[in-house]
């Protein structure tokens, strides 16, 4: 995956599993482990992409808390940005204020791949209220290429044209099915909005997100 991301002109990737979710209960000390041994085996290869640690942490009202007690949690342990996941389906109850305490503790949540949950898709003007609210927002490649269906693919394009997007990533879990190409959606988001601001998607804001800087 790692090389074939490279080949498609990724230089830096963060490595988010999913956690807290009830479904995949990784320890952090699993997720270090793993993330030093893919680094190491990737430096024999000489494929030259960093690792950067994160996580796909779901939605659940001790959020604040749990952050600040384990910052790997957060992109690049940088303790600012992590990425925040809502069921497929639904919206947690009272995640707006939930969003106003994060971002008050200058804990950033990245809504990920909103595009794809069923209420979003239905009340957009929702998702707007939380980007207002500070919350930023990162969509899948492949809904932007229509990979994911026609409504996910409809709803990343209103979310673009809304200017709701900061990031655009892979969501990669494996090279088939999902692999890690991130230029064909570069290309359309290039069309549609123009190439300065792919860019930003693409490369600007994701690299201010791993350094801590947005």
């Given amino acids: 995956m790692c090389r074939m991301a490279w080949e498609d002109g990724v230089t830096v990737m963060a490595a988010t599993p999913h956690v807290f979710n009830g ?19 990737l430096a024999h290869e ?26 790997e949690l957060t992109i690049n ?14 919206i947690p109850p009272n995640i707006d204020q939930l969003i106003v305490q ?8 990245i809504i990920v791949h909103p595009e794809r949950n069923l209420y979003i898709q239905a009340n957009l003007e929702f998702l707007e209220e939380l980007v207002r609210d500070g ?7 492949m809904s932007v290429t229509g990979d994911f269906g026609p409504r996910a693919a409809q709803c990343a ?16 879990h494996g ?9 064909r959606a570069r290309e359309a988001v290039s069309r549609q909005l123009g190439a300065p601001r792919a860019r930003e998607l693409f490369e600007i804001f994701p690299e201010k997100i791993v350094n801590g800087q947005l």
């Fill in 175 to 183: 090279m088939k099915a999902r692999p890690p190409i991130l230029s």
């Fill in 23 to 41: 479904v995949y209960e990784h320890t952090l000390a699993d997720i270090q482990a793993q993330m030093a041994s893919l680094q190491e085996r």
């Fill in 135 to 141: 919350a930023l927002c990162q969509i899948t490649a």
């Fill in 46 to 71: 000489e494929i030259p992409i960093e690792i950067v640690q994160g996580a796909e942490v779901f939605c659940r009202p001790d959020l604040p808390s749990l952050l600040e007690e384990n910052p």
């Fill in 102 to 109: 994060l971002v008050t503790r200058n804990q950033i949540p």
């Fill in 157 to 172: 394009h209103e979310l673009l044209r809304r200017d709701c997007v900061h990031v655009i990533a892979s969501d990669t």
């Fill in 77 to 90: 342990g940088g303790k600012r940005f992590f990425l925040l996941e809502f069921p497929r389906s639904i």
